[in-house]
């Protein structure tokens, strides 16, 4: 009797560490790529320049830019994404950097600067993610509660935190891709989501010393800074000696 219940807590102890992956696969699969299952800054870094290298080659040979179509209205930070199997199936690009969401990464890669100096850059898809996921519950209690919003104090001019109990987005944590510390999640007049990079904006700023323009979108400061673009942001300037989001005109 003894041998068989060792025998059955031996591969029951055994099952554990497979289980456990188990529930971490599955945990991870809501938000693919989330802050503690990036890659390492060193990696996007040398895809970044993997990538810009094939983009400029494809730009001189071909005449134009390796990019996917969009429209208008998409936003500067997610509108001309690299189109990765394109230069690779040109040759421009020996393989497809395992950070991209075509090789099941958490990143685009996208192009700003398109016309003058196109710069290769990485939208993070886990902050779209996330602030996409927290914009179907606003849209949802908006729409339940006869367009009232699930606000909180204002935050900015026009622009209000969000009641995550209201919402029912309590358990959404956006970490910024700057700091890995957490961020907050902004609200307009119409309900439209955003993300605030205001403090990993202050800190690029004291970073570099002294006061910037007044007419300077600061997010500029975050594009110098880093690989990463402000994804799902607004423009910032600066305002009484902080950065300020600029609400949407009515």
Not at 115 to 140: A, F, H, I, W
Not at 173 to 202: E, H
Not at 211 to 221: C, F, G, I, V
Request: aromatic share 8%; hydrophobic share 35%.
């Amino acid at each position: 009797m003894y041998q068989v219940k060792r025998r059955q807590s031996l591969r029951r102890a055994a099952l554990l560490p497979w289980v456990g992956l188990l529930l971490w696969s599955l945990g991870g699969c809501m938000y693919p790529g989330d802050s503690e299952q990036r890659q390492p800054g060193s990696v996007y870094r040398e895809s970044v320049k993997r990538v810009q290298a094939a983009v400029d080659d494809y730009q001189e040979q071909e005449g134009l830019l390796p990019i996917k179509t969009s429209d208008e209205a998409t936003p500067r930070y997610e509108k001309f994404v690299v189109d990765l199997n394109k230069l690779q199936q040109a040759g421009y690009l020996d393989e497809i950097p395992a950070a991209a969401f075509e090789k099941g990464g958490s990143a685009y890669f996208l192009i700003l600067d398109e016309e003058s100096d196109p710069q290769v850059k990485l939208m993070d898809l886990v902050t779209v993610q996330k602030v996409n996921d927290v914009q179907r519950k606003v849209n949802l209690y908006k729409s339940a509660h006869g367009g009232e919003l699930p606000a909180e104090e204002e935050v900015y001019p026009d622009l209000t935190a969000i009641d995550a109990k209201k919402a029912g987005t309590a358990s959404i944590k956006l970490i910024s891709v700057y700091s890995g510390l957490p961020l907050q999640l902004l609200m307009d007049k119409d309900g439209t989501v955003y993300a605030d990079y205001g403090a990993d904006i202050s800190s690029a700023i004291d970073k570099n010393g002294g006061a910037p323009e007044a007419d300077r979108d600061l997010r500029l400061e975050l594009e110098q800074a880093s690989y990463y673009v402000p994804v799902k942001s607004l423009p910032y300037l600066w305002v009484d000696g902080r950065p300020v989001p600029q609400a949407p005109l009515e």
